[in-house]
């Protein structure tokens, strides 16, 4: 029979293990794992947001080789395109600066900046009155629903980050998840994503008129 002295490490273990259940279940009530699973989930959201502009990018030189053949007075669109797709994709941003206003504002301006000289090549293209030799180009009607397409899943890709974005700050913010966003993460506000120009959230359309 055993005597209080030998039961004494198995009651200090089952003491132990009742603490360390009750600490877990104490960090998690304080949404130590909900900060991080919507942090992550909002960095899963942006490397979308960047994806759907490189593919974007990528498009963008063969609708420019299109358009080099449809009217050579039209060079300075062509310019103004190809400059702001350069400047787009030197931009760049990492996973780690979503909580930087400048740097998310830099980019932000870099891909509005195409988006709106990507409306004056589409009003070219979208002129084929004016230019018929277009309409002797197969590709050509192709390239403008692979481009009008890009440019839906741009802005359905921000929507998702951005709602990613508010679930994070608004978890960060509220109890009882601030305590281990402050206390055990030091967690910042991500930056959504913002429409810094006039009507730069609508995607560019390849069907209107010069």
């Known amino acids: 029979m055993r005597s209080d002295r030998d039961l004494r490490p198995v009651v200090r273990r089952a003491g132990a293990f009742a603490l360390a259940t009750a600490a877990a279940a104490s960090l998690s009530g304080c949404g130590v794992n909900a900060v991080p699973t919507e942090q992550e989930n909002a960095k899963a959201r942006w490397a979308d947001v960047q994806a759907a502009f ?26 103004g395109v190809t400059e702001a797709r350069a400047k787009a994709t030197s931009v760049q941003i990492t996973a780690d600066d979503l909580t930087d206003p400048a740097k998310m504002k830099a980019f932000q301006d870099a891909q509005n900046r195409l988006s709106q000289s990507l409306g004056g090549l589409g009003r070219l293209l979208a002129n084929r009155e004016a230019y018929p030799e277009l309409k002797s180009i197969d590709n050509y009607v192709m390239l403008q629903s692979q481009l009008e397409g890009q440019e839906n899943r741009v802005r359905i890709a921000i929507r998702d980050y951005n709602n990613a974005v508010q679930q994070y700050n608004t978890t960060i913010r509220t109890f009882p998840a601030i305590v281990a966003a402050r206390v055990i993460y030091s967690a910042q506000p991500m930056v959504p994503y913002e429409a810094v120009t006039a009507n730069a959230e609508v995607a560019p359309s390849l069907e209107g008129k010069l």
């Open 54 to 79: 490189q593919e974007r990018a990528n498009l963008i030189p063969n609708l420019a080789a299109v358009a080099k053949g449809a009217a050579t007075q039209e060079k300075a669109i062509l310019v």
